[in-house]
């Protein structure tokens, strides 16, 4: 075989080679892992429910991807379980409607791995290799958190993804009515809620929720609202609610028509990206100061009265 004859014969072959294998040491190297953020949850899914009712406004669905999530920090493993890349909490600085992770050059081909959470405060609540996070610790307590996460075969020629982010918490949202005017403060305690969330979605380990609001600025539409994972089972969690007259609590021997109202606990149920809605209504028909709740919850478009105080 002539000279000739053999440079014809290997040239296609090399040229074969440096496009099937991207050899890391060849010019220009091969295109990088990239995966394209999107936000799946923009809404609530039975957010019309709470719009027919003045409570919450739906967001559009074109927003920038900052609208729903503010900040972004995400982890890679390889199929060993090694981080190999890894950004921090970051705050979301255009007003594109979706956001570009592009992986370093230098991975080799393989198997990975990536997390991703939004709206975090801060790096506080996820655990050591950040694929599951406490959802009442510090920077994710009262914090509307999305999470994606999925496992990529990185080859040539598989190198674009897209990843939707999902909300992981639901929206306790409680409406009250008819509430005395020297009432000004209220309480809420909420027993039984998931604590930790891993980035399969899987929930786990039970806490209790306490909350606080003052009405001094919200008299004219008394209304509370609080982020949480979702309940155990159906009907899983215990609401406990207090409304209070500061100016009595703890005031010793002054005489106060309401001092404390407490109506009794209901069990509810809350879940992913959806919004539990309740109403509290104190009825005090003569006036006499010893009136109680008739409590409701919102079901498909009705109101299911869950506590009535003949009932008892």
């Known amino acids: 075989m002539s000279k000739g004859i053999k440079i014809l014969y290997v040239l296609p072959v090399a040229v074969c080679l440096l496009w099937s294998s991207c050899i890391r040491d060849s010019i220009p190297p091969c295109p990088p892992l990239q995966v394209t953020l999107t936000v799946k949850d923009k809404n609530y899914f039975n957010i019309d429910d709470a719009v027919k009712l003045g409570l919450m406004e739906r967001k559009a669905e074109n927003l920038p991807f900052r609208d729903y999530v503010s900040t972004l920090y995400y982890i890679v493993h390889d199929a060993e379980g090694k981080v190999v ?20 050059e230098s991975l080799p081909y393989g198997k ?21 996070a406490e959802m009442e610790a510090v920077g994710a307590a009262a914090n509307d958190i999305y999470l994606a996460s999925a496992t990529f075969d990185y080859r040539y020629g598989n190198e674009k993804h897209t990843l939707a982010m999902e909300r992981t918490k639901g929206d306790l949202l409680i409406k009250a009515e008819g509430i005395p005017d ?27 929720i306490h909350t606080e609001l003052d009405w001094q600025d919200i008299r004219s539409e008394i209304k509370s609202e609080t982020l949480m994972c979702p309940s155990p089972s159906y ?7 207090m409304f209070i007259d500061k100016s009595a609590a703890g005031s010793l021997g002054r005489a106060a028509y309401y001092p404390t109202l407490e109506p009794q606990d209901i069990n509810i149920t809350m879940g992913r990206n959806e919004i539990t809605i309740l109403k509290y209504v104190y009825v005090d028909e003569g006036g006499s100061g010893e009136g109680d709740f ?9 109101w299911e009265l869950l506590h009535d105080m003949e009932l008892d």
Do not use: C, H
Not at 190 to 204: A, K, L
Not at 235 to 241: D, N, R
Not at 294 to 302: A, H, K, P, Q
């Open 85 to 104: 890349a890894e950004q921090k909490n970051t705050l979301v600085d255009n007003d594109d409607q979706t956001q570009l992770i592009t992986l370093p």
């Open 112 to 132: 990975y791995t990536l997390t991703v959470w939004g709206n975090m405060k801060s790096d506080e609540p996820l655990g050591e290799d950040a694929t599951t």
């Open 182 to 208: 020297n009432i000004d403060f209220s309480t809420k305690d909420i027993q039984d809620i998931y604590n930790f969330v891993d980035n399969g979605f899987q929930y786990s380990t039970l806490t209790d």
């Open 235 to 241: 009907e899983g969690s215990t609401l406990s609610v």
């Open 294 to 302: 008739e409590i409701y919850l919102r079901v498909n478009d009705n």
